[in-house]
Nanobody
Framework: QVQLVESGGGLVQAGGSLRLSCAAS????????MGWFRQAPGKEREFVAG????????YYADSVKGRFTISRDNAKNTVYLQMNSLKPEDTAVYYC???????????????????WGQGTQVTVSS
């Protein structure tokens, strides 16, 4: 069993920054790729960023590329999402998740993720 706890969400003005954290426990964290997803009201959950188990490879949705940075600290069992130049359209609940496929590279498909955190709300005001 894996437990994921996100933190760092909040209310920020457009152009501002937030750093989300996701603390994992209960499994060999460093063996799995991780991902961040988000879900806005009335919309489907979408991929935001993914990172390989070593941290050596990262992937981003086009909508956040150049503004968001995913990273991980395997010694602390934690994955991060640094969000800069935030826009109102970034408003959503953000979730971290474990890619259960066991592959090195993270999937962009939510169905490949088998453990999810409870989510943290990010609200960007204009």
């Amino acid at each position: 069993q894996v437990q994921l706890v996100e933190s760092g969400g909040g209310l920020v003005q457009a152009g501002g920054s937030l750093r989300l954290s996701c603390a994992a426990s209960g499994r060999t964290f460093s063996s799995y790729a991780m991902g961040w997803f988000r879900q806005a009201p009335g919309k489907e959950r979408e991929f935001v960023a993914g990172i390989s188990w070593s941290g050596g490879s990262t992937y981003y949705a086009d909508s956040v590329k150049g503004r968001f940075t995913i990273s991980r600290d395997n010694a602390k069992n934690t994955v991060y999402l640094q969000m800069n130049s935030l826009k109102p359209e970034d408003t959503a609940v953000y979730y971290c998740a474990v890619d259960g496929s066991g592959t090195y590279y993270p999937s962009r498909r939510s169905m490949m993720y088998n453990y999810w955190g409870q989510g943290t709300q990010v609200t960007v005001s204009s």
